[in-house]
């Protein structure tokens, strides 16, 4: 049996089945397949558990490798899941949908500048005044009489779902910052990897088109006639839930990603900081919230705004996509006023029924919402759908009655549902029926809606998910051309997307992000060798306790502490699963790459995507250590986990040379310096003896990775001199404190703010004619049980190198000081003040 | 009466600020009752950039920037304004309160525009407590005029003028809790119990012209913000009530800007970029009737 036919055949006995209400997408009420099923020949219907499995594998790892990963409030980012089995959707079908959802933009567009502009909706009560006047996104510092945008929907996305008639209806517009294209492209880039013969062979538009539109419909958002308008895409911060399909976006488009700091307004122009100079903004692809777009006049407590944005908005200097208020669409309450509107606004009946909706602002309405609690969901007009769901019908009723204009009643839709990949674990219940909803976006290219043919589809957990936030599962929408020879998207004439590199590698929060990928990925590989040589000697020595190797294994276990702070534990294996998997332990291999990730994911427009390969084999080794209990394999998961974090250093080399490409060295190099100093100065200060020195300082030329140059060099001798020699002061080897400082001072000097004199260069400079003046026999030279001299300078390294990397924050990486409210200040009654020059006396 | 207006704020900083942007509320409305003359609003250290505008409320509103680094702003606007006492007809004052709820009344004449402020605003959130106090004044079928102004004269006598009891932040549940407030909260609380019952009320910013105290002479510059509250009549009459002196506006009030709630329209907010920690911040108002000029 095939795993299509497997589900048909399910549907039919009632335990196996969903929910018989349900439209499904594949099978007929009759029990045959639809129309696109049987139109993909047998190739999809001929689809194995066995090509499923595999399928969905390959999903797993690419997703991985690609560092897709969907935020969840106040937890790590987890990553996106894509079933394998697309949602596929024939022409006749999709073909009725798409001319409801460009009407649909159409209206919502004319709703948009009706509520900015004339407000005709509300003084001829087409639209309850309270619907829009008591909805939070109502946006009255654009709602003026000097300010008008004819246009100010350019993209949207629009969620569907099925009725039990199979009939598509609108469950929610989002107007605001739609999210989601970047998700739909990817599910779209690994599904075709993934199904290669099946995308061929199945005619489905393909969507690259559609960016190109996108890219064009924003360029061409510009006020004025602009030749080459810069368009910016604005994101909260990798932070932010989509994170990821707003750097992907950015990075398809070829658009700068940039946050509200790296933003300025200027004389009522938007402009952005290049390294030393401001350039300016056209175009501002919105993904912040409008309420937080700007502490000046919306929520002034924003930290992701740009201070004034709002008056460069009314003053057309700038364009922002979608315009500012825009999020006052995003209201249920509208939903059942929309087919009057559409009647005055367009002159049309409306196409697309949306989910049946009542505002409790009218008193009929509330009645009937208020009749029948069990059946309808009760959600405020700007709060988020699932927010009363805990609480009882007497609750409801006393929220409802105390602000009534504030709430709606919804239907709940059976949606549809479709197969779904459930594991290969019980033969032929391997795909399992999952309601579903659509996301579909529309754009405003040229002076038509065009809305894009495929989309998002969500998975909807059953009500009793044990999770909420467990991570959502997608799929890919496919739909299937009428004739094979149509464009792709309906869009012949469109150019295609040429591959411009954005330009924001000057950014200073750009510079910043690419110190740190400097910093921790050094710290990672570090800490990775440390544990892989602490592991090995434990291996051969801890059932041996006097042994010279268990006695430097304490010493090497001290280097450990140093850098990741002591843990209470006997059990060393558990300790060295708590340094490379716990993420809260400061100082840990995991909590480094936390800060890598962290700091890539800042910059993640202007990095190859293969660098998330990296954190796809260190995630696959972290996830075999926590299921095997072997001790090996902490060596096994550790080496893995090396072998990626290595594989940076191929990103890096294809990197082009610009200031970020330097300043990532710069971190590189002085991690390494800092990290060495630590290393050195946990263990080899201390004299133990011949034979417990001798295993020490194998095991630092080890974590230090100079074993094997120290080995032809001096063919396995090993003393203190010799080490010293090669970890400190030899200039060719790539792991020496002054190799790393030479590097340093390379990478400086190609700094634009570098000046030759400037304080991180002579800083470094200091660093190298001390080490220069530095004799290895000094250092080596014993005083009781210690080596002062070693200890004194490794202190006076580290200081220095410290205060280094404070100088190169302060010069290269300051962005000023950060914006804050007027009234925010404290407020005194006076200053101390000189009485001669009349200047604040500073305390 | 006509009166020449000065309103300045003076912040002194104890570092430089490099960058400052900042949007004012300070030209008075033009209205049936009230014309304005010569007014201006000027910014020192000069501002690169100055616009003046109408805001959603119809209100003048300035914005600058200025991005010379400074340690000091003064923004000061100045003008004439004359302001006669508005009058308003028998039969609207004594029309059932309860017949003036625009969401409830949703035909009526501008009804629509006035639903804005019958709504709960950011500041002026809706408690049960100002509910529950106003439905003394606010009982059925009672006219409008005379409901409204009991409950003015309530809240005047109910409540303690107390610079200290509350801050700018504070809400509507802490000013009943304490009993006590400054203009602006006894507007807010007004707005509440008016709101709280279906009525449109709007918050007002602007100034009273007061008189010296007997035997001293007008000390320039001693006079300062004020609130009050207008109240929605039906079309386009409102009527001004000042629970902090127990009055309907007269001709000493200069309307400077109204909205939902102070947020709508504070005299002067802005955005700063400065590394200092302090700020010292005076303001001078001064109201003084024209026959005193010169």
Known sequence: MTVIRDYAAGLNQPTLGGDPHRYDEVVGRDGSLRAPWKGLAERAVRLTPGDLARADDDIVRALADDGVTYGRPGRRPGPWRLDPVPLILDAASWGQLEIGLAQRAELLNAVLADLYGERRLLAEGLVPPAVVMGHAGYARVVARPSFHEPHPLVLSATDLGRDAHGEWRVLADRTQAPSGLGYAMENRRVLSRVLPQLYRESGLHRMAPFFSALRSALQQAAAGDMPDPRVVVLSPGSHSETAYDQAFIASALGFPLVEGSDLVVCDGWVQMRVFGRLERVDVILRRVDSDWSDPLELRGDSRLGVAGLTEAVRRGRVRVVNGLGAGVLENPALLPYLPAVSEALLGEPLLLDSVPTWWCGDPESRERVLDDLEHLQVRRIDGPPTELAELGPDEIRARVLAAPHAYVGQELLPLSQAPVWRGATVPGREVRPQALTLRTFTLRYGSAYRPLVGGLVTLIEPANAVDRWSPQRSKDLWVLKEDPAQPDQGLPEVQPLTHARSSTGTVPRVLEDMFWFGRESERCEDMLRLVLVCHALADDYRTRPTSTGNQGLQVMLTAVARLAGRQDTDDLDAEFRSLLLDYDRVGSFAHSLDGLRDALAGVRDQLSPDIWRAFGVTERAAYALETNNHSHQVADSAGRMLTGVLSLQGVLANMIRDHGWHMVHLGHHLERALQLCHLMRATTTRRRGIDVDREVLTAVLNAAESAVTHQRRYRGYVRTGGVLELLLTDPDNPRSLQFNLAELATHLAALPASTGSSRPERLVTVLLEQLAETEVATLVAIGGESRPNLEAFLDQMLAQLTRLGEAVSELHLATGPAPQSLVGLPVVDSFDTDAATGEVRLP | ?294
Request: aromatic share 8%; glycine share 6%; proline share 7%.
């Open chain 2, 1 to 294: 009466m006509k009166y020449a207006v000065r309103h300045t704020t003076t912040y002194t900083y104890d570092k430089p600020v490099s960058d400052s942007l900042g949007v004012a509320h300070l030209r008075p409305r033009v209205l049936p009752w009230q014309t304005v003359e010569d007014y201006e609003v000027q910014v020192a250290p000069a501002p690169n950039d100055l616009r003046e505008d109408l805001d959603h409320y119809g209100n003048h509103v300035t914005y600058f920037q200025l991005t010379e680094p400074h340690q000091r702003l003064v923004v000061e606007g100045r003008g004439t304004v004359e302001v006669l006492t508005p009058v308003h007809a028998e039969e609207t004052l004594v029309t059932p309160w309860e017949r003036l709820r625009p969401l409830v009344q949703t035909a009526a004449p501008l009804a629509w525009t006035a639903t804005d402020v019958a709504l709960p605003s950011p500041l002026v959130d809706q408690v049960p407590g100002a509910h529950d106090y106003a439905t003394a004044s606010l009982r059925p079928g009672r006219p409008v005029g005379e409901a409204v102004t009991d409950l003015m004269h309530r809240i005047h006598a109910d409540f303690e003028y107390d610079d200290t009891a509350t801050t700018v932040t504070s809400t509507i549940a802490h000013v009943l809790e304490a009993r006590a407030g400054v203009c602006q909260d006894f507007a807010h609380l007004l707005l509440a119990c008016l709101r709280g019952h279906g009525l449109a009320a709007r918050y007002v910013s602007g100034y009273l012209s007061t008189d010296p105290p007997p035997g001293r002479e007008r000390v320039v510059g001693a006079d300062a913000s004020h609130a009050w509250v207008e109240v929605w009549l039906g079309g386009d009459d409102w009527l001004a009530l000042d629970p902090t002196n127990d009055q309907w506006a007269g001709d000493r009030y200069v309307t400077v800007a109204w909205g939902r709630d102070y947020g709508d329209v504070p005299p002067l907010k802005g955005v700063i970029f400065t590394e200092a920690r302090k700020s010292t911040m005076q303001v001078a108002v001064d109201v003084a009737p024209w026959a005193l000029q010169g």
